[in-house]
């Protein structure tokens, strides 16, 4: 799957989420049911295996999103306010890709993913493939504190291009 189906889908279940009044992991959960999985692990392994949902049960899972509430215009979806294109990067000779989704801010690279997640005081979250997990730069702690820096940068970046009086450019109604 590729990093742009991964982040909709996760995009879909934050708006499913906001929709529902309900977590952003029990949405996801749900969407992965809609897929036809269990659970939202169950997808994940799947995506690490190259599982790809194909053109028509995207276009479902978005219209059963949509049924649900979400409203997939500018009142409600942050990409209203042109979050920056992904950018590549390079960081102790490895490379990524570092962008953002929702107030969300991804880093990824060769088998691993760091997330910043939008709230405030939520820890970052390192994700590695097993496959990597031997060779992958993120199970070395100074490693992953630069791209901490990196990413927290990028966040601050987002921001600061946020209006006053807003959640992350989400205006209060």
Known sequence: MTNYQMKKIRTL???YARATAMAHTDALTILAMEFGFAHWKSL??????DWQPSEEALAQVEEFVREAGAIPDARNDASHFHEPEPENGELC???FQIGSSLGDVFVSGNG???RIPEAP???PIVEIDERHAETSPVKYPSFVAKLIEIAQGRSNQLLKRFPEGSSNGIPFW
């Open 112 to 114: 691993w993913e760091l």
């Open 93 to 95: 000779g490895h490379q």
């Open 13 to 15: 279940g934050k708006r």
């Open 44 to 49: 994940t392994d799947e995506v690490k295996e």
């Open 121 to 123: 005081f939520k820890a």
